[in-house]
């Protein structure tokens, strides 16, 4: 079943500099259960791609619908996560997670349950009483994960959600999202310009060009290793890499 | 997974060369506190000694034992009276102007438009010396305490505007998104984020219009009161009297440095968990 469908999307955005073709008939949809990455060179509007699919802004023309309805306004239907955390300091972890269930006025007893069971099952359950700043990188990107996930959307949108990370820090969070999100059974589209990262979490990767962005190619990624870290290990992985390193050159 | 879970501060370790730091540290601060207590100490002492000595005239320069014998001469209803009209007129104008710089920057923040089109008028009501406006303050709302009140909010408004707008447009763009991604109305977005993560920067704010608030209460007693602390040294100044007038600033330093304090101590409690 089709999660998101991003149906013949085009975008021209009008600034002082002038008129701006961002997005050119752009095609793809997600599946769900799966983790999509979108690769491409720097200001391609890969960001614009989520922005549109949160209904954050509106195609110049196109449709885009999740779980078969059109995308109008922000509902909740997507998750969103961003570079670094942003989670609010003045508010403990407990609170944080529960964010997106108050702003949506959807704190059932069971949503508020089943945030708790995610925050038990993934290791901050003596945390959440605690403030963000009493929290290491890895465990806050870990808590934005829950936070988003808690309001059950129908599709995760990470915005590079691991380039303010260290690099160790960043493969373990990696892994750490990774399975957390396949736990969960939640789709996910990734955006990064890190063609590694791309490759090593994703079931298929989306390369876009210059702007006008367009889809030059999309590949599945074959490699049957249970974590990302492995899947770096794997022979098969530095072939995907050069591939759709070549194709961004 | 689980090496990830780790506190960020672990208990020090309390080993000799740590502790020997510690010291030092306190030590330190022994120190500052002791100079700062000679300073104050031998500057009454040299002003004491000043005058004793005829160096300088006790008439025209006051002395501190003068300002001990008027302080306790005027320790009756009088000066409790001056005391409270200007720690009231101070106050009411503290507490005005903030809510209404709040309520101000609120709306400028709401509506980029409004903001844009208000800009010129704020710049030019912040560089204009309000005390100016005296005069037509005393025509308009009399001699007293509404001419005094009226005299700070007008001081410290432009300035709580200026610098509580400046902290919610300075708030995380990304934090702005996340919200709005979740479907939050602007309300929302203004009652959890705005506002709450503008805290630090409104109690800094705060600590700023404490000292406008002394300036704009005193100078308004300067020119259209009866009463308080600033009445007393307009008056004793033009009766010659450097006693009262030593004294009522002497107050008047004890009451602005406490209310400063008032809102440090609030500050350190509200902002302990922001970064």
């Known amino acids: 079943m089709k999660i998101l469908n991003f149906e013949n999307i085009s975008l021209i955005y009008n600034s ?127 808590a934005a994960l829950i936070r988003t996930l808690a309001f059950k959307p129908k599709l995760l949108l990470l915005d590079e959600p691991f380039s303010a990370l260290d690099f160790q820090t960043r493969l373990a969070v990696c892994d750490d999202v990774y399975s957390i999100i396949k736990s969960e059974n939640a789709s996910a589209l990734l955006v990064t310009h890190d063609i590694a990262e791309a490759v090593a979490i994703a079931d298929r990767v989306i390369v876009l060009s210059h702007r006008p962005a367009t889809i030059k190619s999309i590949y599945s990624i074959e490699i049957n290793k249970e974590t990302p870290l492995l899947k770096r290990e794997d022979t098969k992985f530095s072939g995907y890499f050069e591939k759709i390193l070549k194709e961004l050159n | 997974m689980k090496k990830f879970i780790q506190r960020k501060k672990i208990a020090p370790l309390v080993s000799s060369s740590q502790k020997k730091y510690l010291q030092q540290l306190k030590r330190n601060k022994i120190q500052i506190i002791i100079w700062q207590i000679s300073i104050f100490a031998s500057f009454i002492l040299l002003w004491e000694i000043a005058v004793r000595l005829r160096w300088i005239d006790g008439f025209l320069f006051s002395s501190p034992t003068r300002v001990f014998n008027m302080a306790r001469r ?46 010129p008028y704020l710049i030019v009501l912040n560089a204009l010396p309000k005390v100016a406006l005296g005069p037509m303050i005393i025509v308009w709302v009399g001699i007293g305490m509404q001419a005094i009140i009226l005299m700070t909010i007008l ?68 020119l259209a009161s009866r009463a308080g602390l600033g009445y007393l040294i307009l008056y004793g100044g033009q009766v010659f009297r450097m006693d009262l007038v030593v004294t009522s600033i002497v107050i008047l330093c004890v009451l602005a440095a406490l209310m400063y304090l008032g809102v440090a101590i609030l500050e350190k409690k509200l902002i302990k968990n922001y970064k």
């Not at chain 1, 997106?100 to 945030?115: F, M, P, R, V």
Request: proline residues 2%; charged residues 20%.
């Open chain 2, 74 to 119: 005027l320790l009756d209803d009088r000066i409790f009276f001056h005391m409270g009209v200007t720690l009231l007129e101070c106050i009411l104008g503290f507490l005005i102007s903030t809510v209404l710089g709040i309520l101000i920057a609120i709306g400028l923040w709401w509506s980029q438009k409004a903001r844009k089109i208000l800009e």
């Open chain 1, 16 to 142: 002082l500099k002038g008129e701006t073709h961002a997005l050119k008939d752009v095609n793809f949809s997600v599946n769900k259960g799966e983790f999509v990455a979108i690769v491409g060179p720097s200001g391609c509007g890969k960001t614009t791609i989520l922005s549109l699919i949160s209904a954050l802004i509106k195609p110049t023309s196109g449709t885009i619908s999740i779980a078969e309805k059109t995308v109008t306004t922000p509902n909740g239907d997507t998750g969103y996560m961003l570079q670094s955390d942003k989670l609010f300091e003045w508010l403990t972890i407990e609170k944080n997670v529960m964010l997106g269930l108050d702003i949506q006025k959807k704190k059932s007893i069971e949503n508020i349950e089943y945030a708790h069971s995610l925050l038990d099952k993934y290791g901050l359950k003596d945390f959440k009483k605690h403030y963000p700043n009493q929290l290491s990188g890895g465990m806050r990107q870990r």
């Open chain 2, 155 to 222: 001081i410290c408004v432009i300035v709580a505007i200026i610098s509580i707008l400046n902290g919610f447009l300075n708030i995380d763009e990304g934090k702005v998104l996340l919200l709005k991604s979740m479907g939050a109305t602007k309300f929302q977005i203004l009652f959890r984020l705005i506002l709450p993560g503008s805290l630090p920067n409104i109690l800094s704010a705060l600590k700023v219009n404490i000292g406008l608030a002394w300036v704009g209460t005193i100078m308004g007693e300067y």
